[in-house]
């Protein structure tokens, strides 16, 4: 270990002191007022870069590392600049996070309804009305399940159809006497909420509807990568150079 005293021309100082840094040869003095890192100050770096590399990752931004003379090695200025703008971004983030989420659960909604409904239409069954002297129970479960449907239902007078719906699900449609529907809650039966008046066409209108809002979705995430990738990728290879 050698302590090295350089001059420098001003406007080479960050470009050098950069460059050394991330080669990690520069080490501070542990000892002394003043010469060792302030943990608060790098606390705070740390934090941020979490948010940075999280923002990052949930954009799908790919690391570009920097060259060195583009690093500036000013933590507070550094915190300054990106502190709020990253706040910005997360509340942005949150927010077509919520709208794809809400989204997406409608889909599936629908996914089931659609399929609920198909099976209804197939079996000439109208749910225009509550029927009065019979079961009808439609609802999803798991694949593996609807194959144990008699064995659940017994010697009850009934009748059922099963749907696929992609590889684990299923959407079962059971009619019998008063109290059929009972004998399902022994399995993950959850029942599909149905819509009187409505068809399974106008269900799967509604279902492309709802994939073409997903698709604007998909499109803002595009913006707001194209928007802050270069900023969020500096951000983080800054905040590391400032913690080294």
Not at 41 to 61: C, D, N, P, Q, W
Not at 144 to 169: F, H, M, N, S
Not at 222 to 230: A, D, I, T
């Amino acid at each position: 270990m050698a302590y090295l005293r350089l001059l420098l021309l001003r406007e080479d100082v960050l470009r050098t002191t950069g460059e050394l840094a991330r080669r990690e040869v520069l080490h501070p003095e542990s000892e002394g007022p003043g010469h060792g890192p302030d943990p608060e100050l790098s606390e705070e770096l740390e934090g941020l870069l979490r948010r940075i590399e999280s923002l990052r990752s949930k954009l799908g931004i790919g690391h570009r590392p920097l060259r060195p003379q583009d690093v500036p090695l000013d933590p507070e200025g550094l915190i300054s600049e990106a502190e709020g703008k990253v706040s910005e971004l997360e509340e942005r983030i949150g927010e077509v996070e919520a709208k794809r989420e809400e989204l997406s659960k409608r889909e599936e909604d629908l996914i089931y309804q659609v399929r609920a409904y198909e099976l209804l239409e197939e079996l000439n069954l109208e749910l225009s009305e509550e029927p009065r002297y019979v079961d009808v129970a439609v609802g999803r479960l798991p694949r593996a399940q609807a194959d144990g449907i008699e064995d659940y239902v017994g010697d009850l007078t009934c009748a059922w159809d099963v749907k696929p719906v992609g590889r684990d699900e299923a959407v079962v449609v059971l009619v019998g006497q008063r109290g059929t529907s009972d004998a399902l809650s022994g399995l993950r039966f959850a029942p599909v909420e149905l819509r009187k008046g409505i068809t399974s066409e106008e269900l799967e209108l509604e279902r492309w509807r709802i994939r073409e809002e997903l698709a604007d979705v998909a499109e803002e995430v595009e913006h707001l990568r194209e928007e802050w990738g270069e900023r969020l990728c500096f951000w983080e290879e800054a905040v590391r150079a400032n913690l080294r």
